[in-house]
């Protein structure tokens, strides 16, 4: 039977997208691997591969076509020995909906099923349950001839169906008592919604205005946020940090990497010295996990960075492990590829916390909210000269920057929050001993 090419979920907050260009036409061959298409997503313009080999019966969803559901199908891949004719049987068969990762947003519910055409096709198998299992036809025959159980073969292909890959290397193995239902779990009631369109639409009924569309990057990050403010209990801590030595002992650096071309901000000395407190205060390197925590080992460091209609956080992986001129080089990078929007999803998915530095903008303050499943986020104010008293108890001048740290209260408690915070003033404080 014919197989349906689904719009492909690109990054894990991915909802829908726009199919930018076709790289491939109607009777094209392709193999596993092969490109099919450029698609936009929330975050990023990504190429599509090809999962199976086939002809290209047909394109369903024109170049240019925005809001394409992921899952949709977009075009008709022909098996060996199938033609165009085949192609209606695809419409008629029962749809499904595969199940999420537990990083990923949950999909659209699965159509109601239909009766399936006539067609000279072999049946697809079925799982004990009676759910239908997706194989392309020559996976079918590939384990028809190994004397394979593809209830027991974990497809790769779109919707988890089984491609030729997954069964060539399988071994025939007896099928597995089918698994006891579990429990369905009780819907939590919606929360409030705020006033429809409609309502807001008439409250400036009599007003100039102009209408802006959300593109998927800010339908993300409306959706993101409000689920973190909503779902994971806040609680902040704030502390002043004293900037004077790191400020002189980055003048001292810079001085000396300017044979290499390399500058270093105030900003990878802060990535520096929150990596290296999460090694000081392991037990605050955690993410909440829905029913545990997992503990890192390794300081993952994300970095807000402003882009034209949203932001990106990206992640410094091993940060502890890298220098301050790697840092520097490694944000730098991705900073510029974020504003591009040229970021793979493996370079902005992870973490366990993050920083957000408004201070360049002159902000003294703020409160940062929580990117899940992360522990804590750093808020990062401007540094200015304010009067301090020294400890030698004689009022001086100091530069003085404010930070905030915004902690998930389920992940970590406000005494180990307070240690965490206390171990990045140091580091800031005492910047050569992040040399050590």
């Known amino acids: 039977m014919p197989t349906e090419i689904l719009m492909p979920a690109?990054?894990?907050t991915m909802e829908e997208g726009t199919l930018a260009k076709w790289l491939v036409k109607e009777g094209d061959e392709v193999s596993s691997g092969d490109l099919l298409a450029e698609i936009e997503t929330d975050k990023a313009t990504m190429e599509f591969e090809a999962v199976d080999e086939g002809v290209i019966g047909k394109i369903l969803v024109a170049e240019g076509t925005e809001n394409v559901a992921v899952n949709a199908p977009i075009a008709v891949l022909l098996a060996e020995g199938e033609s165009a004719d085949d192609i209606g049987e695809v419409s008629a068969a029962p749809s499904e909906t595969p199940a999420t990762d537990a990083g990923?947003?949950?999909?659209?519910?699965?159509?109601?099923?239909?009766?399936?055409?006539?067609?000279?096709?072999?049946?697809?198998?079925?799982?004990?349950?009676?759910?239908?299992?997706?194989?392309?036809?020559?996976?079918?025959?590939?384990?028809?001839?190994?004397?394979?159980?593809?209830?027991?073969?974990?497809?790769?292909?779109?919707?988890?169906?089984?491609?030729?890959?997954?069964?060539?290397?399988?071994?025939?193995?007896?099928?597995k008592a089918p698994a006891a239902e579990a429990p369905k779990a009780v819907a939590p009631a919606a929360a409030p919604a705020g006033p429809s369109t409609d309502a807001v639409l008439k409250t400036y009924a009599d007003r100039d205005f102009e209408e802006i569309s959300l593109d998927g990057m800010r339908k993300t990050v409306a959706a993101r946020l409000t689920e973190a403010k909503q779902t994971i209990p806040h609680f902040y801590l704030r502390r002043d940090i004293k900037l004077d030595a790191l400020l002189k002992f980055r003048a001292t650096l810079n001085k000396q990497l300017e044979a290499r071309g390399a500058k270093l901000s105030v900003n990878d000395f802060i990535i520096k010295a929150c990596a290296l407190a999460l090694q000081s205060v392991p037990e605050a390197n955690r993410v909440w996990a829905g029913d545990r925590m997992l503990q890192l080992k390794p300081s993952d460091v994300a970095v807000a960075v402003a882009v034209d209609g949203g932001l990106f956080t990206p992640v410094l992986k091993d940060a502890e492990m890298k220098s301050l001129s790697a840092l520097s080089a490694e944000m730098k990078d991705l900073a510029g590829r974020a504003r591009d929007k040229k970021l793979a999803p493996h370079e902005y998915v992870g973490g366990t916390f993050a920083i957000s530095n408004l201070g360049m903008f002159g902000i003294d303050n703020f409160d940062a909210v929580i990117n899940p499943p992360h522990g804590a986020i750093l808020a990062v104010g401007a540094?200015?000269?304010?009067?301090?008293?020294?400890?030698?108890?004689?009022?001086?001048?100091?530069?003085?920057?404010?930070?905030?740290?915004?902690?998930?209260?389920?992940?970590?408690?406000?005494?180990?929050?307070?240690?965490?915070?206390?171990?990045?003033?140091?580091?800031?404080?005492?910047?050569?001993?992040?040399l050590a």
Do not use: C, W, Y
């Not at 404010?402 to 171990?423: C, E, K, P, Y």
């Open 10 to 12: 690109l990054s894990p």
């Open 104 to 175: 990923n947003e949950a999909a659209a519910p699965a159509a109601s099923e239909a009766p399936a055409a006539s067609s000279p096709a072999p049946a697809a198998p079925a799982a004990a349950d009676g759910a239908r299992i997706f194989a392309s036809p020559l996976a079918r025959r590939i384990a028809a001839d190994k004397g394979l159980d593809l209830t027991q073969i974990q497809g790769s292909g779109p919707r988890g169906r089984i491609v030729k890959a997954d069964v060539e290397n399988a071994t025939a193995a007896p099928a």
């Open 383 to 434: 540094g200015a000269k304010k009067p301090v008293v020294g400890d030698d108890g004689e009022l001086t001048v100091a530069t003085v920057m404010s930070v905030t740290l915004s902690v998930d209260h389920r992940v970590i408690d406000g005494a180990l929050g307070a240690q965490l915070l206390q171990a990045i003033v140091d580091n800031l404080e005492n910047p050569l001993g992040m």
